[in-house]
Nanobody, 121 residues
């Protein structure tokens, strides 16, 4: 079983930056692909970014060039650096993990509880 705990959300203004962190339990962090998804009120949970165990990264078009996903295997932690935030980035951000590589919710078995990001205009 893998447990994920996100942190770093908050209320910011448009154009600001935030860095989300997701720390996992267990000694096998390095073999998992890690992802970030987000869910705005009344909307489906959507893909944001993923990073493979070999640190290959992939982003949704809506965040490409503004967000950066990275991982520190020594700290069992994955990060999401969010720059140039926009009001439409407002959502609950979820961290996820699995042995597979994918951009849909069904690709990941393990999920954190989420952290709220609110961007005011």
């Amino acid at each position: 079983q893998v447990q994920l705990v996100e942190s770093g959300g908050g209320l910011v203004q448009a154009g600001d930056t935030l860095r989300l962190s997701c720390t996992t339990s267990g000694r096998t962090f390095r073999i998992y692909s890690m992802g970030w998804f987000r869910q705005a009120p009344g909307k489906e949970r959507e893909f944001v970014a993923i990073i493979s165990r070999s640190t290959e990264a992939y982003y949704s078009d809506s965040v490409k060039g503004r967000f950066t996903i990275s991982r520190d295997n020594g700290k069992n932690t994955v990060y999401l650096q969010m720059n140039s935030l926009k009001p439409e980035d407002t959502a609950v951000y979820y961290c996820c993990a699995d042995l597979t590589w994918g951009i849909t919710v069904r690709d990941y078995r393990y999920w954190g509880q989420g952290t709220q990001v609110t961007v005011s205009s």
